[in-house]
C-alpha cells in the first residue's frame, strides 16, 4: 500500500504537521485584520464619513491605515511562509 492509496482519516498527523495550525490560525487572523484596514483604507477615498456606521475621521488616520495595510500583508505571508517551512522541516530531523 501506498501512501497515496489511502484516505486522510487513516493517516495520522505528525507532532510537526499538528504544530503547524498555530502558525496558520495567526496567519487567517492576520489576512482577516489586513482585510477590514485594507477596506477602511478604500473607504477613506470614497466616503470618510461612513464606514459601517462608523465616523473613520476620528478613528484612525488615513496614513495609518494606509501602512497597517501594508504590514499586516507581509506579516500574513511571512506567518504562512513559517507555518509551511515548520510542516515540512519538522520531519527531516528524525
Known sequence: M????????EVA???????????F???VILFGAQSLIGAATEHYR?????F????????PP????????LQLALFWV???????EHKFTASWGR
Do not use: C, E, N
Open 78 to 84: 511571512v506567518a504562512a511562509f513559517l507555518g509551511t
Open 62 to 69: 488615513y496614513k495609518l491605515t494606509r501602512t497597517r495595510h
Open 2 to 9: 501506498h501512501g497515496w492509496d489511502r484516505i486522510p482519516g
Open 25 to 27: 490560525a495567526i496567519m
Open 46 to 50: 470614497a466616503d470618510v464619513a461612513s
Open 13 to 23: 498527523l505528525t507532532p510537526g504537521q499538528r504544530s503547524t495550525r498555530w502558525y
Open 52 to 59: 459601517f456606521g462608523l465616523d473613520l475621521a476620528k478613528i
